[in-house]
């Protein structure tokens, strides 16, 4: 497989490190977390394997030409169109989280639809871009992060803070049986490689995922989970991380690089992280955005030789962005994503009954 799959599927591993996954998982912490988190990895390996395989059959074809090509146009406009009200909101939660991260942590006089408006200043530059050109600038801001996410996760389970008891506590509830919230959760974080439903397009040559690859990403992912869970709960205590809001915040503010330039590892650990969750909302956006432009697309207006269509669409991402972010609270964001979690994990596996539809279609 190229080596842009796996940036895919790295970043949504990585940008829901501080999202609301980690506080999904620690709130079902003494009722079958850890149960979930087992079954999400295998389940989430499966799905990944699907998805790469059925678009290795179609090289250099994304989900819009495919249902345009072996669907009816009753069928592929709101399948395609609930697919991309599906990536807008997932990249919406990404964007809503780490405006009130950066509110509670950073610039707190900021008020919350400024702090929203200079995100979605860059965000519009970059969903706007070919998806060849967001390849490339995945490509370059996660090879720049990688090191340090390496160094600051070293700290994090060899510093004298974690304590080994608490870990030992969690895992005294594997026995529990498993929720389904914390399993939705713990599966999203190895569902990067849906993606491919627009940046298959860039793979014109065919490809294949073999053995290797998976192992790679069952590595990365098993590692990605179990540090995003236990890590946490062996620094702030098992008993005492239920009422923390950000869980992975509090861990990186425990944490001290004494030979560094800056010592606390929690203004380190929010710069990078802003960093890795643009490049998430970059991702699911661009991805919407193509989405609605294969199924609306208004040929008069123009401006100076210009269609209008894609900033229409990008207006509208920016009025919803910025009522949602006046809106909602920060429990009710946690409460939200749990619920659009479990629907984002039935949609996929019902996804799969639209591949098989299509892959039927094409042999005959």
Not at 92 to 114: G, H, Q
Not at 218 to 236: E, K, Q
Request: aromatic share 18%; glycine share 4%.
């Amino acid at each position: 497989m190229s080596r842009y799959f796996f940036y895919l599927v790295f970043v949504n591993m990585i940008a829901n490190v501080v999202a609301s996954v980690p506080k999904i998982l620690i709130s079902h912490r003494a009722d079958g977390a850890i149960v979930s988190m087992i079954l999400s990895f295998f389940s989430g390996l499966v799905f990944c394997y699907i998805v790469t395989r059925f678009f290795n059959l179609f090289p250099g074809q994304g989900l819009p030409e495919l249902t345009r090509k072996y669907l009816p146009r009753w069928v592929s406009f709101p399948v395609l169109l609930l697919v991309a009200g599906s990536w807008y909101i997932a990249g919406l939660i990404t964007l809503v989280t780490f405006s009130f991260l950066l509110k509670r942590f950073l610039t707190p006089d900021m008020p919350l639809p400024w702090i929203t408006s200079t995100f979605l200043l860059f965000l519009t530059y970059g969903i706007l871009m070919k998806s060849r050109s967001v390849l490339y600038t995945i490509e370059f801001v996660l090879l720049c992060c990688l090191p340090i996410i390496f160094v600051i996760t070293l700290k994090a389970y060899t510093t004298p803070e974690l304590r080994w008891d608490f870990i030992k506590e969690a895992v005294m509830h594997i026995y529990h049986v498993p929720d389904f919230s914390a399993f939705s959760a713990s599966t999203y974080l190895l569902l990067g490689g849906f993606n491919l439903i627009i940046f298959n397009r860039l793979f014109k040559r065919e490809q294949h995922i073999n053995w290797k690859n998976m192992l790679f990403i069952s590595l990365a992912g098993g590692a990605s989970l179990v540090t995003t869970y236990f890590v946490p709960i062996g620094i702030n205590g098992f008993e005492s991380i239920g009422g923390i809001v950000y869980p992975w915040i509090t861990t990186s503010d425990a944490l001290r690089l004494e030979f560094f330039v800056v010592e606390r590892v929690l203004y380190i650990f929010l710069l990078l992280y802003l960093a890795i969750s643009f490049l998430s909302v970059l991702i699911h956006w661009h991805v919407t955005l193509e989405l609605l432009k294969s199924i609306i697309w208004f040929k008069r207006l123009r401006w100076k030789k210009r269609n209008l269509t894609p900033f229409l669409f990008i207006g509208l991402f920016w009025f919803v962005s910025l009522e949602i972010v006046t809106y909602l609270t920060e429990y009710q964001l946690i409460e939200y994503t749990r619920y659009f979690l479990n629907y984002l994990l039935c949609s996929f596996a019902a996804m799969f009954g639209l591949f098989l539809f299509i892959k039927r279609r094409a042999e005959v």
